[in-house]
């Protein structure tokens, strides 16, 4: 059965189609106007070997805001409906990445119950167009769509373009890592009997 979650999103600030194939192998198409923010995303798809068609027509000339928001929320649904009924996924995931000079962690459960701890400090205000700022709104936009909790944590980094990039491969990392299914969980990984 495949794992692929489609999601169409259209407001007055922007007009977002995702398509994510979780057992993919790291093919993504990503068009979302911002260079440094698409850069990203296909380094997602890449280490998570998640196929990735994101397309994004968003009102860039206010801010990159509404685009990177709406992206995170649209993005999380497509996990939330990829992930189905979650029967036999390993619900946890985590990673320390390295990046030259910088370390992040990334750990998430996919509980059903929203959560994020984000933990770094950019000391660049951008990246290319990018406000760095934007970073914690599109994790946070990621994790309450799809009802995941996520942790992110910058162990240590100076550059803002390397800390950026290893916190999207650790999260995809992680996502992968959790999404795997495991033929010795018959159903749900709780004992509560729902995620």
């Given at each position: 059965m495949k794992r692929i979650g489609t999601v169409s999103r259209k407001t007055?600030?922007?007009?977002?189609?995702?398509t994510l194939n979780l057992d993919g192998t790291g093919?993504?198409?990503?068009q979302t106007g911002i260079g440094f923010f698409d850069h990203m995303l296909v380094?997602?798809?890449?280490h998570g070997l998640f196929d990735l068609n994101v397309s994004v027509k968003g009102d860039l000339?206010?801010?990159t805001h509404h685009t990177i928001e709406d992206t995170g929320i649209a993005l999380g649904q497509a996990i939330l409906k990829a992930v189905g009924d979650k029967t036999g996924i390993r619900r946890y995931g985590s990673f320390l990445l390295p990046m030259d000079e910088s370390l992040v962690l990334c750990a998430l459960d996919l509980s059903g119950r929203p959560?994020?701890?984000?933990?770094?400090?950019?000391?660049?205000?951008r990246v290319g167009c990018l406000e760095t700022e934007m970073i914690r709104e599109?994790?946070?936009?990621?994790?309450?769509s799809a009802a995941m909790n996520l942790h992110i944590k910058e162990i240590h980094g100076e550059n803002t373009h390397h800390v950026i990039e290893a916190m999207f491969k650790a999260?995809?990392?992680?996502?992968?890592?959790?999404?795997?299914?495991?033929?010795?969980?018959?159903?749900l990984l709780s004992t509560k009997g729902s995620l």
């Open positions: 007055s600030e922007t007009d977002i189609s995702v093919l993504s198409e990503i380094s997602f798809a890449k000339e206010v801010d959560y994020l701890v984000y933990d770094a400090v950019l000391t660049a205000e599109f994790f946070y936009a990621v994790s309450y999260f995809a990392k992680s996502l992968d890592m959790a999404t795997m299914t495991d033929s010795r969980i018959p159903g």
